[in-house]
Structure formats: C-alpha cells, structure tokens
C-alpha cells in the first residue's frame, strides 16, 4: 500500500479538538488547592536593590512570597551567557526585571498585593538605546553581548577602482509577538520535593527542562516538562517560558502546592522578549556594469540588558547581511549590545528579517546610483550553483533565482503596472508602486548547531497494531502534527488513522531539539521518516511481516513483535550530511545544511493626504525543497507575509524610560485582514537529499522578503528612499517634506 500523503493537503490532525473546544490551553486546566502566581517587577531601567518594603497594615496570611534568597539551585536561567536570573537579588538591570513572586488561592488578592510592595532601588543613569550602547561600548567590554567577524576577500583593495560607492544606514525597530495565547504554566513539586513537574504554553521543553533542572538542582529523572495545547509562539516562546516556568516551580517549591501563573496581555507585552531593533550601516563599491565589487556592513543588535539569546540571532543576521547576491569581497562586523532595557530574544527570521531588510534597501540605492532598474542590478549579482558566500560556502542548491523572479515579476504584472503607475502618479495625491525583494534563509542550526545538538526522534509500536511517533518538537499551529503523520504514512506504507503523535512530554519523549530555525520538518522529519524506515527494516528481518503488506498485517507484525520480543521502539539520532564542514572559531564554511529561496513583489498605494500605506496585492514565490502540506505550505507564507507586512507598516512598540507604553492591543497596532490586498503564493521544488522525500524549511522565509518587498514600492511609489521600519503615516509625511 502507497499512500502518497506527502505533498498532499491532508486535513490537520488536531482540527476538530480545537474547533470544537475539546483542546486543553493551560488557562483552562485547574487543579485541587490550586494557587494562583504574580510576578512583582521592577520601575526603574537599573540600579542597586537596598530592600524590599511590604506594607504592614495589608494582610499577608495565606500568601506564599517568594525571594531570590529561596531560590534551592543557581538562581541563572540555564541558555547561552546565562547572566540573567530568575529573580533580582542586587541589582536592577532592566524595567520589568523579576524580583519577587507571590502567590494566593484568590488571584485578585495578588494585585491588591502588588500595590502594598515597594523595591527600594538606588537609581543609576541607564543606557537606552543603541548609539548610547555603542558609545559605551567603546571603552565597556560589558556593554557588548556578542561579536562577530566574516570576511572574504579584501575590501581595503577595490575603492579606489569602484564605479560607484554607495554608503547608508538602514534600521529597523522592536516587534512585539503578539501570539494570540499569552505565557503561562501549572507547576508541581512532590510533597518530598524530589520532583518538579511543569505543564504548559512553550516550544521547546528540554529548553525549560534544562533551565528547571539547573534552578533547583536536581536530575535529568527528577524534571518533568510537558506542553500542553499551544496557542502560537513565533519564536516568542522559545527561551521565555524556562523563566515563568521557574518562577511557577519556586512558589510551588515553597508553599507545596500546585501554582498556576498566567500573564495578563499587558504584562506580557511589557515583559517579554521582542525582535532586536538593529541598525546597519552598509559601504558598497560597484564597477562600470554594476556588479557587487565590495560590501562592507556593520550590523548592530539591542539585545537588551541580558543576552538571552542575542549571541545567535546575531550570528544568523550576520550570516544573511550579504543576501543572495555574490561580492568577492565582504566584510561583516555585527555586534549584540547591552541597554536597560527588557532583554529581546527569538522571533520568526530570528535577525535575518534585519539584515536582509538592509541589504535589499541598499540594492535599490545601488541601482539608483548605476542607473540600472531594482531588477538587473539584483541579476547581475545574483548567487548561482557553485557561487561561494562570505564564509566560503558553495551553492549547490541547484536554485535559479533568475527563474523565481521571473516568475514573479510575472504573476505581478510587475514591469506594466510600474509603467503606469509612474505615468500616472505625478499630480495624484494617492500615488502607487512596485517593489521587490531577493532573499534566502538558511534551514536549521547555525553551522555546527545541528550536530552539537544530536536530535534524537522515534517511533514506537502500540498493542493496538498503531505506530506512535516520538519528538519533542511542538504543535504551535505551524501543522507539525500533520507533518509528522504524512512522512509516518508514506515511510511505512501505513494510512493516517495508524498514527499517533505523542505528547511534547520529556518524561515520554526524547530530545528533538527545539522547535525553531525552520528545522521541524527539514532536520526532524528526516529523523522521523529514518525512524519509521528502521522500524519497517526490523519488521522485515524479524520475519514478521513480507515486503508486500495491508495495514492490518503492519498490525499484527507490531503485535506479535511486542508478544515475542517486548517493546518495539526505533530512535534516529541527528548525523551531520558529509557535505558540511564549519569551523566556529574562525566562522568558516557551510553556515547552513541548504537555504530556501524567495523573490517577493509588493504592490502599494502611498495617499499623500492621509500618509496612510496600503498594501494592494503581494505575489510571493519560493523555492522550498518538497512541499510536504500545500494547504499549509501556503498558510505559513501567508500568515508570514500578514506579519512582515505589520513589521513593515504598523507594529512600533513606544517606550519611554526602556517600558513599553502601549503595551495593550487597544494601541499596539497590527493588521487585520482587511487592511492588505490578496497574498499569492506560489512554490519552485528542488528537492534537498537530507530532508523527508526532499523537504526544506519554509516557517521563518516569508518574515526576511516581506518588509523590504513593500518598502521598495513605497519608494517607487513617492520616489524617495526608505532607510527604516516601520514606516507609519508620521514617516511618511516626515519623507514626504
């Protein structure tokens, strides 16, 4: 039996649960002497703690309060630098910084209780934005989080022969997640405190078990993490939850009893972690035919007051600064700095959508400085199969970037609606434009990542005759259930109803790594299908079933493999394709395993009245390996696309004093479906050989092409450049004068 469920739109798994409101959301789960958890945070960017006042005349009995004094393990959250604690103790780095938690069985008591503590600080003058880091910077070392250096070839040499020398500075701001479920946990310790169990809203539990393991110092065996039905992330849920996750697990620690700690929106719109502001200064020399001769760029991050995980959106944004385009010369500097801010971390393109953004505002620069079109310049300096990138990489994606354009600017009638509009936009208050972008965005882990990390998946057999498949890897409504099931069908010949996917539970499953840098179905998948293969292999030599086989004689071969030999589980654990070679040190080599490629087309209308900016239609073609899911393949690009064009046009988080100030979604802006014309999708397959039947990662490609895409059509559109984002109606009138 052949099932061919991979490229098909198979329904998702989880549907009707979730329609019908079966589904669990950790706000909806309850238990017995359940307590309810408040995080009680810091006013002020930073300073020295002296002490922490609770007002006497308020009662206190049958609240559990918790310090950083009863923190049992290291009070570090276990990532990368590890320099940020779960609970201030000394010093106040940041607004919103943690410094106690309370708990009680009525949570409107706790926010009469926050009102009746005072954190008395000593103020300091706080760093707050990315020049005053980078003037710190100077002579601090602390102030810097991460740096890195790629070059090739020798940029010092070529100036002085150069055509034309282009330099600008582009830059992009804070978004904020808005993920429609905010943050939240239950956590439990046995009455023996010789375990802690965390349920809860998160993409990676072996991050938080990690993290949990090191706060209270316990066992691999002693920490449980399991994540319960998950409404979005967007990389917003990757590092955050190892802290409400410990804060939860302290308060139950203390008072012995299940605590439940849930974030309000505003709270986690102020607290939590956004996408790093960044600015970039780029230096570029072309010859008399326009071709790339050196690219010189400095790319700086706001990591925030603690380096969570800045070190490698960094190295991702640092690795993506050149685009797709072949310079033989270039040179990287990128830095994460440090302000008082609230730290930044993971969000969908994880850096890439900031330096990619630079990179094609300054191709557009270029091609005005040549007097070449936005299109042949990118042309002429296109990557090609066998080209080599900044850290010597060579292509062999096989990709034609020429060809996704092509087509591209096709499906957007992209040449004649440009000759229109620019014969018609002068003397009009309403002015339309095209614009392009060219990208790529490296599948899985930075170099080495994949093969430090050691991914392991499987599957096991069931006394039902069913095969469940193993993976830590989580359902944020990206469809990783429905992928898992269709490479499970198609590897074993098996219908979808002969599988099951297991809980995102580290007592049940093995560590998949985590959910993140468009890795699930590429890296995972393959280890689910190689699983699924194994298992079949073991099957076959065992006797227990023929090469031509149904469905029910898969089933009685599990069943009397687990009659005559016990349990049946086969892991596949992550080996490195031999065609990767990656020196860390020296930030050499093949950065990523394969890229997925775009070419996206905005189309936009510019009222120089109401400097309002409407996105009419969008055409976005990738190359993205095998599509395993069209329906969702087509989701993520659209969803992708709806949040770069928020990222492009809408979405300022307004600070003042390092807070966030609109921090409700009464005034934080997004946009809703009626705000932007139809997305187009359309996907070129040149299938990878190590991913499942060819596939690639596709989740984080739409967030790099989108905002540069309609930002060159405003450009085209009021015939001025546009160096940062988001550019709202106040930018616009600004440029405009």
């Given amino acids: 039996?052949?099932?061919?469920?991979?490229?098909?739109?198979?329904?998702?798994?989880?549907?009707?649960?979730?329609?019908?409101?079966?589904?669990?959301?950790?706000?909806?789960?309850?238990?017995?002497?359940?307590?309810?958890?408040?995080?009680?945070?810091?006013?002020?960017?930073?300073?020295?703690?002296?002490?922490?006042?609770?007002?006497?005349?308020?009662?206190?009995?049958?609240?559990?309060?918790?310090?950083?004094?009863?923190?049992?393990?290291?009070?570090?959250?276990?990532?990368?630098?590890?320099?940020?604690?779960?609970?201030?103790?000394?010093?106040?780095?940041?607004?919103?910084?943690?410094?106690?938690?309370?708990?009680?069985?009525?949570?409107?008591?706790?926010?009469?209780?926050?009102?009746?503590?005072?954190?008395?600080?000593?103020?300091?003058?706080?760093?707050?934005?990315?020049?005053?880091?980078?003037?710190?910077?100077?002579?601090?070392?602390?102030?810097?989080?991460?740096?890195?250096?790629?070059?090739?070839?020798?940029?010092?040499?070529?100036?002085?022969?150069?055509?034309?020398?282009?330099?600008?500075?582009?830059?992009?701001?804070?978004?904020?997640?808005?993920?429609?479920?905010?943050?939240?946990?239950?956590?439990?310790?046995?009455?023996?405190?010789?375990?802690?169990?965390?349920?809860?809203?998160?993409?990676?539990?072996?991050?938080?078990?990690?993290?949990?393991?090191?706060?209270?110092?316990?066992?691999?065996?002693?920490?449980?993490?399991?994540?319960?039905?998950?409404?979005?992330?967007?990389?917003?849920?990757?590092?955050?939850?190892?802290?409400?996750?410990?804060?939860?697990?302290?308060?139950?620690?203390?008072?012995?009893?299940?605590?439940?700690?849930?974030?309000?929106?505003?709270?986690?719109?102020?607290?939590?972690?956004?996408?790093?502001?960044?600015?970039?200064?780029?230096?570029?020399?072309?010859?008399?035919?326009?071709?790339?001769?050196?690219?010189?760029?400095?790319?700086?991050?706001?990591?925030?007051?603690?380096?969570?995980?800045?070190?490698?959106?960094?190295?991702?944004?640092?690795?993506?600064?050149?685009?797709?385009?072949?310079?033989?010369?270039?040179?990287?500097?990128?830095?994460?700095?440090?302000?008082?801010?609230?730290?930044?971390?993971?969000?969908?393109?994880?850096?890439?959508?900031?330096?990619?953004?630079?990179?094609?505002?300054?191709?557009?620069?270029?091609?005005?400085?040549?007097?070449?079109?936005?299109?042949?310049?990118?042309?002429?300096?296109?990557?090609?199969?066998?080209?080599?990138?900044?850290?010597?990489?060579?292509?062999?994606?096989?990709?034609?970037?020429?060809?996704?354009?092509?087509?591209?600017?096709?499906?957007?009638?992209?040449?004649?609606?440009?000759?229109?509009?620019?014969?018609?936009?002068?003397?009009?208050?309403?002015?339309?434009?095209?614009?392009?972008?060219?990208?790529m965005h490296g599948a899985g882990f930075t170099g080495s990542g994949e093969r430090t990390m050691a991914s392991i998946a499987g599957v096991s057999g069931s006394p039902e005759g069913k095969i469940k498949v193993l993976a830590s890897s989580t359902e944020i409504g990206q469809g990783a259930k429905t992928i898992f099931t269709q490479i499970a069908c198609d590897a074993l010949s098996l219908p979808a109803e002969m599988i099951e996917i297991a809980d995102a539970d580290t007592g049940i499953v093995p560590n998949s790594g985590p959910t993140v840098a468009s890795r699930t179905t590429m890296v995972v998948g393959k280890l689910v299908e190689d699983a699924c293969k194994g298992m079949l292999s073991k099957l076959l030599s065992a006797g227990l079933l023929k090469r031509e086989y149904q469905p029910k004689d898969f089933a009685q071969a599990v069943r009397l493999h687990l009659a005559k030999y016990g349990e049946l589980k086969i892991l596949s654990e992550y080996r490195q394709p031999p065609h990767i070679t990656w020196d860390d040190k020296t930030y050499r080599g093949d950065a990523y395993g394969t890229f997925a490629w775009g070419v996206y087309v905005a189309e936009v209308e510019v009222d120089t009245t109401t400097f309002q900016t409407r996105v009419n239609d969008f055409v976005a073609v990738q190359e993205v390996g095998k599509v395993v899911n069209p329906i969702l393949a087509a989701g993520q690009i659209e969803g992708g696309v709806s949040q770069g064009i928020g990222f492009a046009l809408y979405e300022k988080v307004v600070c003042r004093e390092g807070r966030m100030l609109n921090n409700r979604m009464t005034n934080y802006i997004i946009p809703t479906a009626t705000d932007f014309g139809p997305i187009r999708v359309e996907f070129f397959e040149s299938p990878y050989p190590f991913g499942p039947q060819g596939a690639k990662g596709i989740g984080e490609l739409p967030l790099d092409g989108t905002a540069p895409a309609i930002t060159a059509a405003i450009e085209d559109a009021i015939q001025k450049p546009v160096c940062h984002i988001p550019f709202l109606p106040e930018d616009l009138m600004e440029t405009m004068k």
């Fill in 1 to 439: 039996m052949k099932t061919g469920l991979v490229g098909s739109p198979m329904p998702r798994v989880e549907a009707a649960e979730k329609i019908s409101g079966v589904a669990q959301y950790i706000d909806d789960m309850a238990f017995p002497g359940m307590l309810h958890g408040l995080t009680i945070r810091s006013q002020v960017p930073c300073g020295k703690i002296n002490g922490i006042r609770f007002d006497q005349s308020f009662d206190w009995s049958g609240f559990t309060i918790v310090t950083a004094a009863d923190i049992p393990g290291k009070n570090l959250v276990a990532l990368i630098a590890e320099d940020q604690p779960y609970l201030a103790h000394s010093r106040i780095e940041h607004p919103e910084e943690p410094v106690l938690l309370i708990a009680h069985e009525d949570r409107s008591q706790l926010f009469q209780a926050r009102s009746k503590i005072t954190i008395e600080v000593d103020t300091e003058v706080p760093c707050l934005s990315l020049s005053e880091a980078s003037h710190r910077a100077t002579t601090q070392k602390s102030f810097v989080h991460k740096e890195f250096l790629v070059e090739k070839g020798n940029v010092e040499t070529v100036w002085t022969d150069a055509e034309k020398i282009v330099e600008a500075v582009y830059e992009t701001g804070l978004q904020e997640h808005l993920y429609i479920e905010p943050n939240g946990v239950i956590a439990s310790v046995s009455p023996d405190k010789s375990e802690v169990t965390v349920i809860g809203s998160m993409q990676c539990p072996y991050y938080v078990h990690k993290a949990i393991k090191q706060l209270f110092n316990m066992r691999d065996d002693q920490v449980r993490i399991i994540q319960t039905a998950t409404g979005g992330g967007f990389g917003g849920k990757e590092e955050y939850p190892s802290i409400i996750a410990g804060h939860a697990a302290l308060l139950a620690w203390k008072s012995g009893r299940y605590v439940k700690l849930i974030y309000d929106r505003d709270e986690d719109m102020a607290a939590t972690t956004k996408r790093h502001p960044s600015k970039t200064r780029i230096r570029s020399a072309i010859d008399k035919d326009g071709r790339l001769m050196a690219l010189d760029i400095d790319f700086t991050l706001d990591g925030g007051a603690y380096s969570t995980l800045s070190p490698v959106v960094l190295s991702r944004g640092t690795l993506h600064a050149a685009g797709p385009y072949d310079c033989p010369n270039t040179r990287i500097r990128s830095r994460a700095l440090k302000t008082n801010t609230p730290p930044n971390g993971a969000f969908r393109g994880f850096g890439a959508p900031q330096s990619i953004f630079a990179i094609e505002q300054h191709m557009n620069a270029l091609a005005r400085a040549s007097g070449l079109s936005d299109v042949e310049i990118r042309r002429r300096n296109f990557l090609k199969d066998t080209s080599i990138t900044a850290t010597g990489q060579i292509i062999n994606d096989h990709v034609d970037l020429c060809q996704l354009t092509e087509r591209a600017l096709n499906l957007s009638d992209f040449f004649a609606k440009r000759e229109t509009f620019s014969r018609l936009n002068p003397g009009q208050t309403v002015k339309r434009g095209m614009g392009l972008a060219t990208f």
